[in-house]
């Protein structure tokens, strides 16, 4: 037995006898959760009255998102051995008191410079938060319970990102920027104060595990070079790119190669940073693409039509908030439902009916949507997306994670955070890039501005519905997990 900080867990006691209060710890964990990643999508509709305030470019302004995503992508594959290492409350407390602090210099900054600094800080504890909420709910919830929960747990991914944008809208409608910091600082502050009384240390923890500073430097610059190039392929479309966007790419290919083969080698003595024998499971090999494409198409499809909604439609940027929240809400209805029904049917009936929806919605989209499309029709087929990805989202994340050895929950939890950020940056910089270049060509071509970006959306989406396509093929042979795979099985050290 190991002792996690100031209390000695078994492997038993924690997966199939939770604690009476693991019922307020998962809770609390899940509003901070919500919360920290609300705050990524804030930004979008702010960004305006912050160029104004400041003056600066939008290039410029542009990085209060791109840095908040480079340094998640930096952290993310850090939180395995976090994990590992320190004791869950440990790592809650950091965590939210580097947000909070992060929180308080954004509410205060008097320039530019102090702000983004402030959202580099808030990435740091936010880049931590999720890999944290999925290792706590896989050792405190037993495996024929998991869906419900991890269901919860769909809220913050998925709910938490499209009100982000509403929410900003609705509080910069009558008030400034900074409100949107102060509104959020004291939820953090009184999150950390109730993880005084419920958080406690639920899992093992290894106090010899070893910090591999190669390691931390190839992910920074692998994972970091890759969220940047994919965010800078839009710039590069429109030819305003100040780098060549194969440059970052290229250096993080690289490094994430090099970064890959140094933890193969580690893993052998249970020293790597982030462990890639998760992937020795057959349900965790196929269900990570699977989120990878799902995260994609979200966050494509968040950034793609409000572009659309605003620029071909002349929406108002509260207007397309307020249209896109219906089916962040959807969602979040949807999930604990979805989930009940994973943990007694599995995840078959619901992945594949799910992929069908979203890729028929992405075809809809792509043969649908243009000058003339009436609004409720944009709200209703945005619905209908939600409820796709919504069927998808927690079987495929139950089944990945819960088809791991429990010593594996911490760096399963950060493969499956890392490929969300990274194939989150994929499907923004593919989707604007595609709209850029077809906008472009259109434009060229004597079409009007308006006319010229639904031509670039539209040839997005239909790229979007062929990858949704293929991705059906893939969620017929999504199955739950083999008995075999959810024991605290040995892996293999090679």
């Not at 052998?268 to 057959?282: C, I, M």
């Amino acid at each position: 037995m190991a002792a996690t900080g100031t209390i000695p867990v078994s492997p038993e006691s924690t997966a199939s006898s939770p604690s009476h209060r693991s019922g307020p710890v998962i809770a609390l964990l899940v509003v901070a959760a919500f919360v920290v990643i609300l705050n990524e999508t804030t930004m979008s509709v702010a960004l305006p009255a912050i160029m104004a305030d400041f003056g600066v470019s939008a290039a410029t302004g542009q990085w209060l998102t791109s840095a908040f995503l480079l340094t998640m992508a930096v952290v993310i594959p850090l939180t395995g051995f976090l994990l590992e290492r320190f004791p869950i409350r440990v790592v809650f407390f950091s965590a939210m008191g580097v947000f909070a602090l992060g929180t308080l210099v954004a509410a205060l900054a008097p320039a530019f410079g102090v702000l983004l600094a402030g959202r580099i800080v808030q990435a740091m504890g936010t880049g931590v938060m999720m890999p944290l909420l999925f290792t706590t709910v896989l050792n405190l919830v037993p495996a024929n319970k998991r869906g419900r929960v991890m269901g919860v747990v769909t809220i913050v991914i998925a709910v938490a990102p499209a009100v982000g944008p509403t929410v900003s809208g609705l509080i910069l409608s009558a008030l400034t920027w900074h409100a949107i910091f102060w509104l959020i600082l004291p939820i953090a502050l009184v999150s950390i104060a109730l993880g005084a009384r419920w958080v406690r240390n639920v899992t093992q923890t290894r106090p010899d595990a070893r910090f591999d500073v190669l390691s931390v430097v190839l992910s920074a610059v692998g994972f970091g070079g890759l969220v940047y190039g994919l965010s800078a392929i839009g710039e590069s479309a429109s030819g305003h790119a100040s780098v060549p966007v194969w440059i970052p790419l290229v250096v993080g290919v690289v490094f994430v190669a090099v970064f890959v083969v140094r933890q193969l080698r580690l893993q052998r003595s249970d020293s790597a940073l982030l462990d890639l024998r998760v992937f020795q499971s057959p349900s965790f090999r196929l269900a990570v693409p699977l989120v990878a494409i799902v995260m994609a198409a979200l966050f494509g499809s968040l950034i793609l039509l409000p572009i659309f909604l605003q620029q071909a439609l002349g929406l108002s940027s509260l207007t397309v908030g307020l249209m896109l929240l219906p089916g962040g809400v959807l969602m979040g209805v949807m999930a604990p439902i979805v989930g009940r029904l994973f943990d007694r049917f599995g995840p078959t009936p619901l992945v594949i009916p799910g992929m069908l929806i979203a890729a028929a919605v992405l075809w809809t989209m792509a043969l649908t949507f243009g000058q003339g499309t009436p609004i409720w029709w944009i709200v209703t087929v945005y619905l209908a997306l939600n409820l796709g990805l919504g069927l998808v989202f927690t079987p495929l994340m139950t089944s990945a994670l819960g088809s791991l050895p429990r010593r594996l929950y911490s760096h399963g939890s950060a493969v499956v955070g890392t490929a969300q950020q990274v194939a989150g940056a994929a499907g923004t910089a593919g989707f604007v890039a595609i709209m850029t270049v077809f906008s472009s060509a259109a434009l060229a071509g004597g079409v009007d501005q308006a006319g010229a970006v639904a031509s670039g959306v539209h040839a997005s989406f239909v790229v979007g519905a062929v990858i949704a396509t293929a991705a059906v093929v893939l969620a017929c042979f999504v199955r739950k997990p083999a008995e075999g795979e959810e024991t605290d099985a040995p892996v293999s050290a090679h």
